[in-house]
T-cell receptor
Framework: DAGVIQSPRHEVTEMGQEVTLRCKPISGHDYLFWYRQTMMRGLELLIYFNNNVPIDDSGMPEDRFSAKMPNASFSTLKIQPSEPRDSAVYFC????????????FGQGTRLTVV | GIQVEQSPPDLILQEGANSTLRCNFSDSVNNLQWFHQNPWGQLINLFYIPSGTKQNGRLSATTVATERYSLLYISSSQTTDSGVYFCAVGPGYSTLTFGKGTMLLVSP
């Protein structure tokens, strides 16, 4: 398997624009997670899905953030409108649903909002 | 929520030296992973170790769940070991809470 695939790897956008980050989890994995990494806050969970259903979105910072998982092989994280403080590395991760298992992370999307 | 503390925050080693990184957590966990974030930002799985001891080459890890800590041992360090080492724990069976990491620099 190719692992968790995220796109784009880098995104530079202007304040106020809409940004969409994409993730393809490992095939067969039932859980999908979106994390954000910043210098100030470290790695923090934004939202996670189980079998395509959002389970906990309490980490989503504001209503400007939304995430969807229309099917088992695709998820998006959208920011609209984007702000400079959204600049961060966004990671997607997935794991199986079989008991407790390890999570695998994608390579991340480095977002810069100017 | 659960608190995760890693020590030391920074570590500088000469190539060939050994080191021990520590992860303390504030509550019982069912899930614990160690990751290496390389200079390119990739999060690489090192160990999935909610309890017990595992070894993989020059790296090994031990988790004492009853005492709420985990240790990562790096022996004969190499420059390619440089980066940030994260401990992440899950009190439940789903999400992971990350520590702030230990930044390791191995010099030649």
């Amino acid at each position: 398997d190719a692992g968790v695939i995220q796109s784009p790897r880098h995104e530079v956008t202007e304040m106020g624009q809409e940004v969409t980050l994409r993730c393809k989890p490992i095939s067969g994995h039932d859980y999908l997670f979106w994390y954000r990494q910043t210098m100030m806050r470290g790695l923090e969970l934004l939202i996670y899905f189980n079998n395509n259903v959002p389970i906990d979105d309490s980490g989503m910072p504001e209503d400007r953030f939304s995430a969807k998982m229309p099917n088992a092989s695709f998820s998006t994280l959208k920011i609209q409108p984007s702000e400079p403080r959204d600049s961060a590395v966004y990671f997607c991760a997935s794991r199986t649903g079989a008991g407790v298992s390890e999570a695998f992370f994608g390579q991340g999307t480095r977002l810069t909002v100017v | 929520g659960i608190q995760v503390e890693q020590s030391p925050p920074d570590l500088i080693l000469q190539e060939g030296a050994n080191s021990t990184l520590r992860c303390n957590f504030s509550d019982s966990v069912n899930n614990l992973q160690w990751f290496h974030q390389n200079p390119w930002g990739q999060l690489i799985n090192l160990f999935y170790i909610p309890s017990g001891t595992k070894q993989n080459g020059r790296l090994s890890a031990t988790t004492v769940a009853t005492e709420r800590y985990s240790l990562l041992y790096i022996s004969s360090s190499q420059t390619t070991d440089s980066g940030v080492y994260f401990c992440a724990v899950g009190p439940g069976y789903s999400t992971l809470t990350f520590g702030k990491g230990t930044m390791l620099l191995v010099s030649p």
